[in-house]
């Protein structure tokens, strides 16, 4: 199809299973494959993909992904459709169909702009009916979208862990508001000194594929499988005086 050899990168396991697991991944760094976070979204994937999944990728940065402009057509006019025509009309149907969405994206301040694009333009795929949950006004998700997990992929420049404290605070509010689980997330800091430990980054991408094979698998991601994605590559000390 002309729309998958632009926009998308698919893995597709060959299975004779009749229910399989779908995922959409969202890559939304700029430097897409190039990126280090394409470098623990990859075998991510990949674990996702050897454990029967079938997984779509796509790179934000490839997308056509016009800023929402708050007219809330896709609530109070007609619910569920986006009368902005771009590439976001070829992905609402895929994500409808997903039962998993994984962003990926590095830290910007706090996202790249076309990753935050997106992210405001999953508004029409929620039911427009607020509720109060646990203190809060939220939403949910329409009937007809499949989705039940949010992943983060997210890589830093920055020695510290508490760097990614505002994107996983956004994709966890996002979680609640889509009234879907957060399953967790893969977060590697100062991520540029995976090519200079390549026996610690070999390390790092097998917990990345293993933890994507769990998740498929047992629903769930081990705890110790994140800790070896973010294990210190370098001292806070020598960080500093590089």
Same mark, same amino acid.
């Given at each position: 199809?002309?729309?998958?050899?632009?926009?998308?990168?698919?893995?597709?396991?060959?299975?004779?299973?009749?229910?399989?697991?779908?995922?959409?991944?969202?890559?939304?760094?700029?430097?897409?494959?190039?990126?280090?976070?394409?470098?623990?979204?990859?075998?991510?994937?990949?674990?996702?993909?050897?454990?029967?999944?079938?997984?779509?990728?796509?790179?934000?940065?490839?997308?056509?992904?016009?800023?929402?402009?708050?007219?809330?057509?896709?609530?109070?006019?007609?619910?569920?459709?986006?009368?902005?025509?771009?590439?976001?009309?070829?992905?609402?149907?895929?994500?409808?169909?997903?039962?998993?969405?994984?962003?990926?994206?590095?830290?910007?301040?706090?996202?790249?702009?076309?990753?935050?694009?997106?992210?405001?333009?999953?508004?029409?795929?929620?039911?427009?009916?607020?509720?109060?949950?646990?203190?809060?006004?939220?939403?949910?998700? %329409?009937?007809?979208? *499949? $989705?039940?997990?949010?992943? @983060?992929? =997210?890589?830093?420049? +920055? !020695?510290?862990?508490?760097?990614?404290?505002?994107?996983?605070?956004?994709?966890?509010?996002?979680?609640?508001?889509?009234?879907?689980?957060?399953?967790?997330?893969?977060?590697?800091?100062?991520?540029?000194?995976?090519?200079?430990?390549?026996?610690?980054?070999?390390?790092?991408?097998?917990?990345?594929?293993?933890?994507?094979?769990?998740?498929?698998?047992?629903?769930?991601?081990? %705890?110790?499988?994140? *800790? $070896?994605?973010?294990?210190? @590559?370098? =001292?806070?000390?020598? +960080? !500093?005086?590089?």
């Amino acid at each position: 199809m002309k729309y998958e050899s632009i926009y998308s990168q698919i893995y597709v396991l060959k299975t004779e299973e009749v229910t399989l697991t779908k995922v959409v991944a969202v890559n939304g760094s700029p430097k897409m494959e190039k990126g280090n976070t394409a470098k623990i979204l990859t075998p991510f994937l990949d674990g996702m993909q050897n454990a029967g999944a079938v997984v779509e990728l796509f790179y934000a940065r490839r997308l056509n992904v016009k800023p929402c402009d708050g007219e809330f057509y896709c609530w109070n006019k007609k619910p569920g459709e986006c009368y902005i025509q771009d590439s976001m009309q070829l992905l609402y149907p895929k994500l409808c169909e997903a039962d998993i969405l994984v962003l990926a994206t590095p830290v910007y301040v706090p996202l790249p702009g076309e990753m935050q694009n997106l992210i405001n333009r999953i508004v029409p795929l929620m039911d427009p009916v607020l509720k109060r949950r646990n203190g809060r006004t939220r939403a949910r998700f %329409r009937a007809d979208v *499949k $989705i039940r997990k949010f992943v @983060l992929v =997210s890589s830093s420049g +920055w !020695w510290e862990m508490g760097n990614f404290g505002t994107v996983l605070r956004i994709v966890k509010e996002l979680a609640k508001d889509c009234n879907v689980e957060f399953a967790g997330a893969l977060l590697r800091p100062h991520a540029q000194f995976m090519a200079e430990n390549k026996e610690k980054a070999e390390t790092i991408f097998e917990a990345a594929r293993q933890a994507g094979y769990q998740l498929v698998k047992e629903g769930r991601m081990s %705890r110790d499988f994140l *800790k $070896i994605i973010g294990q210190p @590559l370098i =001292s806070e000390e020598k +960080w !500093w005086r590089k």
